[in-house]
């Protein structure tokens, strides 16, 4: 299985020097990046701002930047691997090679779950490693360039803070992995299906769903289920819930500690939705691994 | 006696509209030969090959070294390697990683082996398939099969595009450094010529059926053919011959069977060579 696992970091190069640029474009960013730009954004607040700030709404606040530091390398990865799994059992099927592939003693279910692993496991922890430079590295850099100014304040390291964050965003990844399952287990069944063409497969069906829904019943349920199951993970993480526009530091710092005390994925585990979704995992899996074993295109 | 390596009882593989590009074909592949499966395009070949190799579904039945490659082709690719032709290893496998691969999944594989075979070659670990060769490229697909420890080498055109000095090196390693008497290839290619002289056994195939299957030695007394004088045609004609073509302005026939002491002073008598034959074979048949 590790041999596998690396043959796709063989083809797929992008897996992990995407994510490596990002992050080495965030530490750059903060660091080189114009001085003020941070302070400036804070300033606006003003006076009022350093008030509301009390050392624990610190703390939280520590704890929100190190987070949304994993943000853009999430984003990033997302797309590589998206690609990723849509090409994973087509072009091998293209370029003749999965001849060469089905050469050697590897079954079908070991192959496809390669491909899995890769894009639900081994690609978010590498973006988990990362994230933990990250974080330090952009963190210092900020730090740097608020000492000195009234909002030094911001710049104090919590060593344990930082670490709890960080062990939530790795039990955050494993959830999301779960939640994705269905999508990545999707992705690669269309792989395995399409002849040519993979990426009109993967987005005009959908695209076809809805339009008819909306004609012909004027709602919109298959976009609100796909919407759902996009970022549904994000939503009850407290990030893209509609937030009403806050006036004043107070309330704005109050959303951002509240959101801190939200990081936590966990509580997901409870959703039923998440539990069907890893069985249609489980089916769109097997449907991948049966049409790779018998399709006959060669 | 010893165990077939494959024995295939009525294979038959339909396709939508009564199309069947295996049509109760049935053969058996004994350890310590190398069998050239030949037919037209289109007259199941691949699909025979593809049947062994467990890439198809298929009717009838079928046991490659003991297993069925619908059932058990997982545990089957240990002992079977197969190369398709040149194109399939993907341009961007590096050497160092295709060597990496098939160690990592191959129980099989002595790597130690490969890297002797590639040192002999030019073919730099450090190059990727798109950078090599054609010919490179099956060089390299020949170290990896030759350093695993197979007993079946199923070959589908192998040296397909390859020029002649590429291909002469191929099968002249086939034969040195892999084959022996545990060990059986199975060959289709459409260079009847060239592998002409490492067969040990030869099957035709037409629309999906075996239509000869035999040993290369018994050819010689199964098949002649006469170089009839123009005088004694009509004779030649009553033996019945299943083919016959204009040479030069002379007449060829092809016997099956028929002794050559009866064809005695009606011209020239010679073995048909395997091109001869094949597409005499098939035209004949076709009338």
């Not at chain 1, 996009?230 to 109050?254: C, H, V, Y």
Request: with cysteine; glycine share 6%; net charge neutral.
């Amino acid at each position: 299985m590790i041999t596998l696992m690396r043959r796709e970091l063989w083809e797929h190069r992008g897996l992990w020097i995407a994510p490596l640029v990002t992050a080495a474009l965030i530490v750059l960013a903060t660091v080189l990046g114009s001085s003020q730009s941070g302070a400036m954004t804070i300033s606006m607040q003003g006076h009022d701002f350093l008030q509301s700030l009390t050392a624990d709404r610190q703390t939280k606040f520590f704890m929100v930047f190190v987070a949304a530091m994993m943000v853009p390398q999430l984003v990033v990865a997302l797309v590589v691997v998206f690609f990723y799994l849509l090409d994973s059992l087509y072009s091998e099927r293209k370029d003749r090679s999965i001849l060469f592939w089905k050469s050697m003693p590897v079954s079908d279910a070991a192959t496809v779950g390669s491909k899995a692993l890769v894009a639900l496991v081994l690609v978010p922890l590498w973006v988990w490693l990362l994230s933990l430079l990250v974080s330090a590295l952009a963190f210092a850099g900020i730090a740097m360039k608020l000492s000195g100014t009234p909002y030094a304040l911001l710049g104090t390291w919590h060593t344990g803070a930082w670490l709890a964050v960080q062990g939530l965003l790795l039990s955050n990844l494993l959830v999301a992995a779960l939640w994705y399952a269905p999508i990545a287990a999707a992705l690669l069944f269309l792989s395995a299906f399409a002849r040519r063409a993979v990426f009109l497969w993967a987005m005009v069906p959908p695209v076809l769903v809805m339009f008819v829904e909306q004609v012909a019943f004027g709602t919109e349920r298959f976009a609100d289920f796909l919407q759902y199951r996009f970022i549904g993970f994000f939503n009850s993480l407290g990030f893209l819930t509609n937030r009403p526009k806050l006036e004043g530091a107070d309330a704005q710092i109050g959303m951002i500690t509240t959101m801190a005390g939200k990081l936590s994925a966990l509580p997901q585990l409870a959703n039923v939705d998440l539990w069907l979704g890893l069985a249609a995992a489980a089916a769109l899996g097997y449907g991948a691994i049966r049409l790779r074993r018998y399709r006959d295109d060669t | 006696m010893t165990t077939p390596v494959i024995e295939a009882r009525g294979l038959v593989k339909a396709y939508a509209g009564d199309r069947r590009a295996l049509d109760n074909a049935s053969f058996t592949i004994q350890p310590g030969r190398i069998v050239g499966l030949i037919g037209p395009n289109g007259a199941g070949k691949t699909t025979a090959l593809k049947a062994i190799l467990g890439l198809t579904p298929f009717e009838g039945e079928l046991n490659v070294l003991g297993r069925d490659p619908r059932r058990q082709r997982d545990d089957l690719m240990q002992d079977v390697c197969f190369i398709a032709d040149v194109a399939v290893l993907p341009k961007w496998l590096r050497v160092r990683n295709a060597l990496d691969f098939v160690a990592g999944v191959h129980p099989k594989f002595k790597r130690e082996r490969a890297e002797e075979f590639l040192r002999k070659t030019d073919i730099r670990l450090e190059s990727r398939v798109r950078e090599l060769s054609r010919g490179m490229v099956t060089q390299l697909h020949l170290a990896l099969i030759l350093a695993i420890d197979a007993r079946l080498l199923v070959l589908d055109e192998p040296t397909l595009g390859l020029d002649l000095l590429y291909r002469r090196a191929f099968y002249d390693t086939l034969l040195n450094d892999y084959f022996d008497e545990q060990r059986a290839i199975l060959v289709t290619t459409h260079q009847i010529e060239e592998i002409e002289n490492i067969l040990t056994d030869v099957m035709f195939i037409q629309h999906g059926r075996i239509v000869l299957d035999t040993p290369v030695e018994a050819l010689a007394e199964r098949f002649v053919q006469l170089v009839a004088a123009p005088a004694r045609l009509a004779d030649a004609r009553a033996l019945q011959p299943f083919y016959e073509r204009e040479v030069f302005g002379r007449t060829a026939l092809i016997y099956d069977g028929v002794e050559p002491a009866r064809l005695a002073g009606m011209g020239e008598l010679r073995t048909p060579s395997l091109a001869d034959l094949f597409v005499a074979r098939m035209q004949g048949a076709a009338k």
